[in-house]
């Protein structure tokens, strides 16, 4: 079974600073996807970027990046001049590209990071 | 935003009584989805469904039912809450492509006293 870890229970980066989020997952799958999840106060679940492992290019969204390292099995986050609205947990994910029919879609989730961002 | 209501949003009942928690889409999207979010697990899926009437469990089932009667509805259900069930519950909507991100709803909040 896949496993998604996030080993920073929380972060804190200053405002218009760069910070790193780390995600590491475990599968013997080849072909998936990886997804970084935001969570603000609001309880909304919003998609901030996605990475298709068959991509060598990693993703990038605006101030958003990804560190895809697909042999070391890493999806890290790098938020570039940080916001005070960039505040939130961070959940990253995995989902399989292989066709199991109905379970094709589902996520696994890491237990996510909270970032705070001082001003 | 995607088109997904969740209701209700906040919810509190006593132990062993039934909840049902309603999810709605517009977006005629085949697959749909229940999550638990709970502090130190992420989100946990509990059911998901591929289809009207086509539903599965996912990895915290135990003590979860669902039905899907329209591909616009999908429900989840507490037959008889314990407050080991107190969490916030999460609707997730997705296309057949799987390279598409899924949509999240607003998230209820369950109480079980």
């Known amino acids: 079974a896949q496993t998604v870890t996030q080993s920073q229970p929380e972060m804190s980066v200053q405002e218009a600073e760069t910070v790193t989020l780390s995600c590491t997952y475990d599968?013997?799958?080849?072909?998936?996807?990886l997804f970084w999840y935001k969570q603000p106060p609001s309880r909304q679940m919003i998609l901030v970027i996605r990475?298709?492992?068959?991509?060598?290019q990693n993703a990038t969204e605006n101030r958003f990046s990804v560190n895809f390292q697909k042999a070391a099995k890493s999806f890290s986050l790098k938020i570039s001049d940080s916001q005070l609205g960039d505040a939130a947990m961070y959940f990253c994910?995995?989902?399989?590209?292989?066709?199991?029919?109905?379970?094709?879609?589902?996520?696994?989730f890491g237990t996510g990071t909270l970032l705070a961002v001082q001003p | 935003d995607a088109g997904i209501t969740q209701s209700p949003r906040h919810k509190v009942t006593e132990t062993g009584t039934p909840v049902t928690l309603r999810c709605h889409q517009t977006e005629n999207h085949r697959y749909m989805y229940w999550y638990r979010q709970d502090p130190g697990h992420g989100l946990r899926l509990i059911h998901y469904?591929?289809?009207?009437?086509?539903?599965d469990k996912g990895e915290v089932s135990d003590g979860y039912s669902v039905s899907r009667s329209k591909t616009e509805d999908f429900l989840l259900t507490l037959e008889s809450a314990t407050s080991s069930q107190t969490s916030v519950y999460f609707c997730?909507?997705?296309?057949?492509?799987?390279?598409?991100?899924?949509?999240f709803g607003d998230g209820t909040r369950l109480s079980i006293l």
């Open positions: 599968t013997s799958e080849s072909d998936y996807y």
């Open positions: 469904s591929y289809g009207v009437k086509d539903t």
């Open positions: 990475q298709e492992a068959y991509k060598q």
């Open positions: 997730a909507i997705g296309k057949d492509s799987s390279n598409q991100p899924q949509h």
């Open positions: 994910a995995y989902r399989s590209a292989l066709d199991y029919g109905g379970a094709t879609n589902k996520l696994i």
